[in-house]
């Protein structure tokens, strides 16, 4: 796949998922609304104050009587916990974000109650379309995890994979970046990139091919890791990039988007459902992406 616009293309019209948006009085989020129904990507639950989200509909021009679309009235309190409930009981498929704090969602997500908790893990999984290159790469986890043990590196790759794989990446190739290629006893990076590609290879991460550790450089450009000799299945060729560090992941993905003109889509996984969290400044088109990683992790 080499355009974000594929992903967007190969959702399943027949039987749409449904999307519960939290707080969705946002200009941002209510034009991606509009943009999803055109293209009859998904039926959407549309949570929050109702006059609030009346009001802006009619000023991006969003139907609102359109089938597909149902506001469901609730406080700011409140819109967090109400969307969650509707994919905790089966009428949404998909959580996404509106005009509200991700402190709030991830609550409403991880209660006990009513959430959507499933593993120890979440983590974010982003897909970048980069001019240039001949395909899409992912890269995590660059919103949850600070400072990711070994045991949470596995679950992020879990996490990572079974996005790829429900998107259409068979057996994905999984690159745990450190800044060398080689193992050295002083750098934890490379220790723990070693050690996840064995638990690969001993079958405790299945459904993709890992190796490490890998420079940034010899994960994503074949010349560069012909020039260090590297034998490896992944080398070169990674389908996914993970990271040892929150500051590693958010240098990367910013650069990316202001220094490679990349765009991405960005879902977080590990819960019972997707969770589609965008930045409030991404545009309408950023989050249909988004939505349609969401919507295709979401398929069985």
């Known amino acids: 796949m080499k355009k974000l616009d594929e992903l967007v293309d190969q959702i399943d019209r027949r039987s749409l998922k449904t999307v519960s948006v939290a ?3 946002d200009d941002e989020v209510l034009k991606a609304v509009k943009m999803a129904r055109a293209s009859n990507l998904a039926d959407f639950f549309l949570v929050g104050d109702q006059t609030e989200i009346e009001n802006k509909s009619k000023a ?16 700011e309190k409140d819109s967090a916990q109400v969307a969650v409930k509707a994919v905790h009981s089966g009428e949404a498929h998909v959580v996404m974000k509106g005009h509200i704090d991700t402190k709030s969602l991830l609550k409403a997500v991880l209660d006990k109650e009513y959430g959507l908790r499933k593993g120890s893990v979440l983590s974010h999984v982003a897909l970048f379309e980069i001019p240039g290159r001949d395909k899409l790469i992912y890269l995590t986890d660059a919103a949850m995890n600070i400072a990711p043990s070994l045991e949470e590196k596995a679950q992020i790759i879990n996490n990572a994979v079974e996005v790829a794989t429900r998107a259409g990446w068979k057996n994905p190739k999984v690159a745990p970046l450190a800044a060398v290629e080689v193992v050295n006893p002083s750098m934890t990076a490379t220790q723990d990139a070693a050690m996840l590609t064995q638990m690969n290879r001993r079958g405790q991460l299945k459904g993709c091919i890992v190796d490490g550790p890998l420079a940034f450089d010899n994960a994503v450009d074949p010349k ?10 992944v080398a070169g060729q990674a389908d996914i990039l993970v990271v040892p560090s929150i500051e590693v992941a958010n240098a990367l993905y910013k650069s990316f988007i202001y220094f490679a003109n990349g765009k991405v889509a960005g879902v977080i996984s590990g819960a019972k459902a997707p969770i589609v969290l965008t930045s409030r400044a991404d545009d309408a088109q950023s989050k249909i992406y988004s939505l349609a990683l969401a919507l295709r992790a979401s398929q069985q």
């Open 23 to 25: 707080q969705a009085a």
């Open 60 to 75: 991006v021009g969003l139907d609102l009587s359109q089938e597909g679309i149902e506001v469901i009235h609730a406080s």
């Open 224 to 233: 560069a890791a012909e020039q260090k000799g590297i034998v490896s299945e």
